[in-house]
């Protein structure tokens, strides 16, 4: 079974001030790890991915994530929050090398950037 | 190029009637998938194409729903006899062919209300 806790349900920076989004997961096998980001009234949108590759990932607008085996954390950072990176934030974790598709999603992270 | 959509975009049934909302791929995209989001709650998966095959339906949370792809392009997901709790965010994904990294890519949504 696979799953990921968003330890945070809403984190609040200042414009130009480092972003900080935890993620834990469990996973049997080992996993694939992504992080997603959700505008309102916009699609999901990938913002990066972990594969078995680098554990360091870095993905669109500037964010990367560190794939932590040993905590079994794959928290995403930002060094300075922009305004447009308001948004709701999904960690997803899959199984997909061990024939399971599907992807499960944490319960999200909003962001909130104070001008 | 053109991405995943949906339609409709929004829809309002009264609860008992039966609803069918329709998602086109990407074109070449081997694997659909279909998410319910409810509100405030991560996407939480329903149901996996490969081709015109389903593969997975382990998500779906009663009989009244049902999904088929008879042709490996266009899905549809339908939902019988629809109850207030069916209200959420509908979303289909699409993934490139088997092989590569299960990527998805998602549509808009269909955001279905139960009165």
């Known amino acids: 079974a696979q799953s990921v806790t968003q330890l945070d349900s809403h984190v609040s920076v200042s414009e130009g001030t480092p972003v900080l989004l935890r993620c834990n997961y469990s996973?049997?096998?080992?996993?694939?790890l992504f992080w997603y980001v959700q505008h309102p009234n916009k699609g999901l949108q990938l913002l990066l991915k972990y594969t078995s590759a680098a554990t360091l990932v870095k993905g669109i607008n500037g964010f990367e994530a560190e794939f932590k085996k040993s905590e079994t954390s794959f928290h995403l950072t930002k060094p300075s929050a922009h305004m447009s990176d308001a948004a709701e934030y999904f960690c997803?974790?899959?199984?997909w090398g061990f024939g399971n598709e599907k992807l499960t999603f944490g319960t999200g992270t909003r962001l909130t950037i104070i001008p | 190029g053109a991405g995943v959509s949906q339609s409709p975009r929004y829809k309002v049934a009264k609860r008992g009637q039966d609803v069918a909302l329709r998602c086109d791929p990407i074109s070449g995209h081997v694997s659909l998938f279909w998410y319910q989001q409810a509100l405030g709650q991560g996407p939480e998966f329903l149901t996996y194409f490969q081709n015109e095959a389903q593969l997975d339906k382990s998500g779906l949370p009663s009989d009244r729903f049902f999904a088929e792809r008879p042709e490996g392009s266009v899905s549809t997901l339908k939902i019988q006899r629809t109850q207030q709790e069916d209200s959420a965010v509908y979303l289909c994904?699409?993934?490139?062919?088997?092989?590569?990294?299960?990527?998805?890519?998602f549509g808009p949504g269909t955001r279905l209300t139960v009165l």
């Open positions: 997803v974790v899959s199984d």
């Open positions: 994904a699409s993934s490139p062919p088997v092989g590569a990294y299960n990527e998805q890519f």
């Open positions: 996973s049997s096998y080992s996993p694939s």
